[in-house]
């Protein structure tokens, strides 16, 4: 495996500019160029048809199986590289609601909520898949739906 050669300057005045230089276009640098153009909001991962880019705001939810992270849209699985925590922390938008220890949805693709026992919450998603939001994250995610984080 070849190591990338990485150039960070900090700059006291002028704009801010990233120049990126590659010989192939790997996932790892796919990745970077996603960070880079975060304007388009788009994510790269793998599907059983090859390379595929997907909105960000497409994501219905995400899913961490097997320390492999998938992001499921209306039509689609995904599998995109990194993790949930590196996911949060990576996209900063706070659409995106850890609700338990393997899972991520987006706030904004909830379609119903339901009270469960043990003070779990039922998500139903723009899907129809139902996603349970565990007791541990449930009064975070009350609290967010009152407005407050």
């Known amino acids: 495996m070849e190591f990338m050669r990485v150039d960070i300057q900090r700059i006291t005045e002028g704009e801010d500019s990233v120049t990126l230089r590659y010989k192939a276009l790997t996932p790892e640098i796919k990745r970077i160029i996603g960070i880079l153009e975060r304007t388009q909001d788009k994510?790269?991962?793998?599907?059983?048809?090859?390379?595929?880019?997907?909105?960000?705001h497409d994501i219905l939810y995400l899913e961490s199986v097997d320390d492999k992270l998938f992001a499921y849209t209306r039509d689609k699985a995904v599998r995109i590289e990194g993790s949930l925590s590196s996911f949060i922390t990576d996209i900063g938008d706070e659409s995106f609601f850890r609700c338990s220890k393997s899972m991520i949805i987006n706030v904004n693709r909830v379609k119903?909520?339901?009270?469960?026992?043990?003070?779990?919450?039922?998500?139903?998603?723009?899907?129809?898949?139902?996603?349970?939001?565990?007791?541990?994250?449930?009064?975070?995610?009350?609290?967010?739906?009152?407005?407050?984080?």
Not at 47 to 55: D, L, N, P, Y
Not at 117 to 137: K, Q
């Open 43 to 56: 994510l790269w991962g793998k599907t059983e048809q090859g390379e595929v880019s997907i909105g960000i």
């Open 112 to 149: 119903a909520l339901k009270s469960l026992s043990s003070n779990r919450i039922d998500a139903t998603m723009e899907s129809d898949e139902h996603i349970i939001i565990s007791r541990r994250y449930a009064v975070e995610f009350r609290r967010l739906l009152k407005g407050g984080r």
